[in-house]
């Protein structure tokens, strides 16, 4: 049985490794990711393509072998022992084979049948994911969202306690975003723990309660959302931006020079970069807060990341990591 504190962590890996051999050498496409994601809420897996999302997934559900590190889902260690948890376990990884002349209901009643369960449960299913008026047509007349709303569905007909969505909205239209984000929500908020690996971070951003970042198979960042954003940003325009970074440094800020203006990072209210610069005999022309968004800091994260890294090879220990850790 799990342990209870094992149970807190409904994912846990530690030092995550997987190395694919071919003719070209050796790819390393998961490096050491020491990957928790906390029981409840919307987790988002965040990286760019390639960065090793799919891959991680795979392992995690057993249609991957590691190279190296271990791995647990609810405290139980798997690959080892995955058949005692993988009931627990909703996953949609690639597009799952339905019969393109069977109803939603019927594709459904097919698979209900290999998981033991009833109409009742198919019914309840279809309702959840908004496909209940639609669930007698073929499936080979749904839009690309309601084909991924049905395999949601499917996933949900054992209900599970995770819920691993591996780019859900791929290939969406925004209507189809925001119909398969209000959906995730919703699971989430019915006390499903989701893992959603993505890479687009507004649409991310809005569901996810925490979330890791990665970059060419290795963690850049990983926390609660708001966390991740960090203190509030101000862009202020100045006479002098030499002299106003320098004030704003000594006082302990991040600042950045961007074309004309600077973007200054601090927790405390707009108020003090005023009080700073006016000691320094500064005065400001403009001050606008300017709200972090994830898409942001990923896109940071990442630029610094593919500068730091060797294509093909095992990143060393980049600065980077060290820096968000
Ligand atoms: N079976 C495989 N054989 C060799 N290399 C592979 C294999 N599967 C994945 N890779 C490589 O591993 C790296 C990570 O790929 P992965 O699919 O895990 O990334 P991802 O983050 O899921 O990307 P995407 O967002 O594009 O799906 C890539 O460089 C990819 O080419």
Known sequence: MASTSGEDLVIETTGLRKEFTGRQGSRVAVADLDLAVPRGGVHGFLGPNGSGKTTTIRMLLGLA?????????????????????????????????????????????????????????????????????????????????????????????????LLILDEPTNGLDPAGIREIRELIRGLGDAGVTVLLSSHILAEVQQVCTSATIIGNGRMLASGKVEDLLGGTSYRLRVGDPAAARAALEAAGMTVRHEAGSLDVVTDEPGDHITRVLAAAGLYLSELTPVRADLETIFLDLTADDRMGATPGTAPGATTMLEEVR
């Open 65 to 161: 072998r590691p190279t190296a590190g271990t791995m647990a889902l609810f405290g139980t260690p798997v690959p080892e022992r995955l058949p005692e948890v993988i009931g627990r376990v909703g996953a949609v990884v690639e597009s799952p084979k339905f019969s393109p002349t069977f109803s939603a209901r019927q594709n459904l009643l097919l698979l209900a049948g290999s998981v033991g369960v009833g109409r009742a449960v198919v019914d309840e299913a279809l309702d959840r994911v908004g496909l209940g008026e639609r669930a007698e047509d073929r499936y080979k007349s749904y839009s690309l969202g309601m084909k991924q709303r049905l395999a949601i569905a499917a996933t949900l007909l054992k209900t599970p306690d």
